[in-house]
């Protein structure tokens, strides 16, 4: 972003970038700079919350009217992510002879059909559509089983894009389940990782495919840095 | 300590390119500029080339109209699913709309743009091909404010 600022005012446009990171911000001579300490993912503060949005721009467009830069004004308001983890039910055990993390999403996916009806698009589709999640967690209950990633996904391995669509079905399933207001920064996540069949079967295939020296490039990204 | 203080500290010391100054556009007045979003969340239409991965420095143009995007940033290590209840937090269009029917602003750029903020370390070929290009398409339109929203 501050690389673009760069660009773009070399060009003749006048920039505000909405930072999120204070320290790289400082050292490029950005020529404006709104520090916002928002949760990673949420440069304008808050979801569904338009006023807050607002307040936000206005701040950013008050920088265009220094005479001068660079200029780099914190926000005065700081947004805490919240990672305890969503309240949102899962679906009762429903067929014993499958796996647990593959009969769980099943029984989502009337959820993330509703989701996907209502927003008109899916983040679902890097690797993967709705119809191939419960083959993606058989492959990982695979890996954790012991078979070889290699015998499991053939020469190129695709589960960075396979688990970022793993998480995006229970997303938008759980965000169609969850009552009340949007959720706070990482609920979502923590929800996933701690609570689901999915989440947990994501985590131990990962340590399961590090212990096979699968490419660290590949794994690295699976899970989130710290879990 | 939170996942996003991680996230922080760790990005706190990477290297970064150096400038040794600072270019300084100066707008019209707010009420009579025209403005963009640029964004480093790799949103994209459906019809769209999907950004592929690590060091993808191609961008996309998306027009005003456009609502149903895909957030095509790679990184595991940031809260997606504000995004997916409300685009205007990392895309704040509706917001500039209603900005430019109260006259705040002059109006809002016919088209926007997204790169994928999952960068090279060098990030070159932004600062000197596809970054340009993006802005002399947004020129082309009358861009006179870029306001830059990072994931």
Known sequence: MCVLAHVLEEAG???????SMRPVAERMNVPRVLYCEFPLGRPLGMPDNAAF????????????EAPEGPVLVDYPEIVEAFETPLACALPPRYDPDIAPSVDEAQGLRAAYDRAVARRG?????????????????????????????????????DTLAISHDLRSYYQEAALELAEGPAPGARQVEAW???????????????????????????????????? | ???DQTMRDLMANLPVPEFESTPWASPPPLAQATVAIVTSAGLHRADQDRFVGRGDVSYRMLDRGDRE????????NFDRAAYVSDHNVVYPIDRLEELAADGTIGGVAPRHVAFAGNQPDTVSEVRLDTGPAAAAELRADGVDVAILTPV
């Open chain 1, 13 to 19: 446009i006048a920039t505000v970038v909405l930072a």
């Open chain 1, 53 to 64: 949005q607002h307040e936000v721009l206005s701040a950013a467009f008050d920088l265009l």
């Open chain 1, 121 to 157: 698009t899916t983040e679902v589709g890097r690797s993967i559509s709705a119809d191939g999640v419960p083959g993606a967690l058989t492959d990982l209950e695979r890996v954790i089983a012991g078979e070889h990633w290699k015998e499991v996904y053939g020469p190129r391995l």
């Open chain 1, 192 to 227: 996933f990782f701690e609570e689901t069949e999915a989440g947990k079967t994501l985590a131990v295939a990962r340590d399961a495919l590090k212990d096979q020296d699968a490419p660290d490039g590949i794994i690295f990204y699976m899970v989130p840095v710290g879990r």
């Open chain 2, 1 to 3: 300590m939170s996942s």
């Open chain 2, 69 to 76: 995007l895909i957030l095509g940033h790679w990184s595991s």
